[in-house]
């Protein structure tokens, strides 16, 4: 008959039945006190300071936050002159078309033509090799 592993009897482990032993000793500074703190140091407490500690705000009135900002907003909009802040500018006095040119100040610019084009025809252009045509990788096997 076989076991598990397909042999007639299986091997036993390397240790089994040996007793255990403890090789490391445990570190001295384990026990005991391995954390100390240090004892408070005196001189920021009250009984350093000339007088006892008091609030940034004793004896100033409570305002609300929100309150003290509209209320400043308020006052801001007391020193602007008008109420919209920008105006648009009103269009043209006069203007006859489209493209006008009243208001400018050399008024209309001759056209000047550059350089003439002249257009080939079919016979004409050069030849040329194609450019360079790729088929798509196929898809799949």
């Not at 407490?45 to 509209?70: C, H, Q, T, W």
Request: proline residues 9%; hydrophobic residues 25%; aromatic residues 8%.
């Amino acid at each position: 008959m076989t076991t598990k592993f397909g042999v007639f009897s299986e091997r036993p482990d390397v240790g089994q039945g040996d007793p255990y032993v403890d090789t490391v000793k445990p570190d001295p500074r384990d026990k005991g006190l391995n954390f100390r703190v240090p004892v408070s140091k005196t001189g920021k407490n009250n009984d350093a300071a000339f007088d006892k500690f008091k609030p940034l705000y004793e004896g100033e009135k409570f305002v609300e936050p929100m309150r003290s900002a509209i209320q400043q907003k308020n006052a801001s909009k007391k020193q602007n002159v008008t109420e919209k802040a920008w105006k648009a500018a009103s269009p043209m006095k006069e203007s006859a078309a489209p493209g006008d040119y009243f208001g400018t100040i050399g008024g209309k610019i001759p056209y000047e033509p550059g350089t003439v084009e002249v257009k080939k025809k079919k016979g004409e252009v050069e030849g040329q090799p194609k450019n360079i045509v790729t088929g798509p990788s196929k898809k799949g096997g």
